[in-house]
């Protein structure tokens, strides 16, 4: 079983930055890849950006595309979420999930395990 932890969310004004931090801990040498997912109010669950362990390959959602960035230090089991120029609209809490097996890192159901989230306020 992996635990994650995130880190890094708050209140930020429109057009500012944030980084957010998911640090991994128990099998971790077991997983493919991390990913990052948002939930805002009323709304569902949906993809954010994700990298594989091994290769660093990214994957990011079109509305985050330019603005965010993933990135993962192997040596620390740590993922991080870059995000820039941020919109009222990227409010949410965020989670980091642990993705054990090969394929898409872009569906929420296929993850294995899920961190507690942290919240994403930007203000207009």
């Known amino acids: 079983q992996v635990q994650l932890v995130e880190s890094g969310g708050g209140l930020v004004q429109a057009g500012g930055s944030l980084r957010l931090s998911c640090a991994a801990s128990g099998r971790t040498f077991s997983s493919y890849g991390m990913g990052w997912f948002r939930q805002a109010p009323g709304k569902e669950r949906e993809f954010v950006a994700a990298?594989?362990?091994?290769?660093?390959?990214?994957f990011y959602a079109d509305s985050v595309k330019g603005r965010f960035t993933i990135s993962r230090d192997a040596a620390k089991n740590t993922v991080y979420l870059e995000m820039n120029s941020l919109k009222p609209e990227d409010t949410a809490v965020y989670y980091c999930?642990?993705?054990?097996?090969?394929?898409?890192?872009?569906?929420?159901?296929?993850?294995?395990?899920w961190g507690q989230g942290t919240q994403v306020t930007v203000s207009s």
């Open positions: 999930a642990e993705k054990r097996t090969l394929g898409s890192l872009r569906n929420d159901r296929d993850y294995d395990s």
């Open positions: 990298i594989t362990w091994r290769t660093g390959t990214t």
